[in-house]
């Protein structure tokens, strides 16, 4: 029996089975890939790959691949990171323009005072106080 390659229906033939080609998805010039999107999202908050795998329970070999080879993310993802990037699930689909407020944090450092803030008492204090004293160091220089 002949096999018959309809120009609406083409499929590839691999070892006797028909596999379907994989689709490739054509960018605008304007246009940032999904892949792109997600690690300059990733930037802003101020996660490594790392960091953002541990905070969505993920490995980092999964976020390196959704940045560079993927071009869609699975679904079920979308609201865990879009939580954990804080933008809304619109944003990081590129439905919305990522939305600027002007100023730039340093998430990094805003992630690290919120783990000291929930430290005992103690341990919180030598930490402040450490601050304080690298603070009062830098205050010395300037005037200097």
């Known amino acids: 029996m002949e096999l018959k390659i309809l120009a609406y229906n083409r499929h590839d033939v691999m070892e006797g089975e028909f596999v379907m080609p994989k689709k490739t998805v054509q960018l605008k010039e304007d246009e940032e890939s999904f892949g792109g999107r997600l690690a300059r999202l990733r930037k802003t908050a101020g996660f490594s790959q790392r960091e953002l795998a541990a905070e969505i329970n993920m490995s980092n070999r999964m976020i390196a691949y959704y940045e560079t080879e993927a071009a869609r993310l699975p679904i079920h993802l979308l609201p865990t990171l879009a939580k ?20 730039t944090q340093d998430t990094r450092l805003w992630r690290r005072f919120s783990q000291v803030e929930k430290l005992p008492p103690p341990k919180r204090k030598q930490i402040v106080q450490i601050l304080d004293a690298f603070l009062g160091s830098e205050k010395v220089k300037k005037t200097g």
Do not use: F, I, P, Q
């Open 84 to 103: 954990a990037l804080k933008v809304s699930a619109d944003e990081l689909m590129g439905l919305e323009k990522t939305k600027k407020n002007g100023k």
